[in-house]
């Protein structure tokens, strides 16, 4: 390799370097913790009024960057269970974008990305686009953790950029201390 000529300036370069988890990470800690909860999802045009029981369970990836989540919903109707849903889902802080971010796969063959924020004890997410029966939908979730004891959770739709709905709002426990 030839040498550099005399007084030629060394070139600088930027290595790319793992990110490091940041306050913005570590505020979501508290809002992904093992939960089981059961209640109610609200009646909608295709479907009744149903109960619900589910649980979701929350791992770290190696790098603390990242939470992953398994969530599992079983749904009766007239105390038959009439579905069961599963989905995986990734969250955590983009560094680059300055912004929470999460994507959500489920076993209804819906992939759908959102962008959030923590307002005090709720972290907020919003989808990013996403269709149920060809309309387009928007999805609002929230989990608030106001209360010491329990952590509630509610899913909000909005169709065609109409109004928002409740979807389904749930009480949820650790996993262990579920209501009996």
Not at 25 to 43: C, I, N, P, Q
Not at 44 to 53: H, N, R
Not at 115 to 144: E, N
Request: charged share 25%; proline share 7%.
């Amino acid at each position: 390799m030839p040498e550099p000529s005399p007084g030629a300036a060394r070139r600088e370069y930027l290595w790319p370097t793992g990110q490091l988890p940041g306050p913005e990470t570590e505020a979501l800690k508290r809002f992904h913790r093992d939960m089981a909860w059961s209640g109610t999802v609200k009646a909608s045009s295709m479907t009744p009024e149903m109960t619900a029981t589910g649980r979701g369970t929350f791992r770290w990836t190696d790098d603390g960057l990242w939470v992953i989540g398994s969530f599992s919903q079983e749904q009766f109707y007239e105390g038959r269970q009439v579905a069961s849903w599963r989905a995986q889902y990734l969250a955590g802080y983009d560094y680059s974008r300055r912004a929470y971010v999460a994507f959500a796969a489920d076993s209804n063959g819906r992939a759908v990305p959102f962008t959030g924020s923590i307002d005090g004890d709720r972290f907020i997410i919003t989808s990013d686009g996403a269709t149920i029966a060809g309309a387009p939908v928007r999805l609002r979730m929230t989990w608030d953790c106001s209360s010491p004891e329990t952590m509630t959770w509610r899913n909000d739709m909005s169709i065609n950029n109409g109004p928002w709905q409740l979807v389904e709002e749930y009480d949820m426990r650790p996993l262990g201390q579920e209501a009996r």
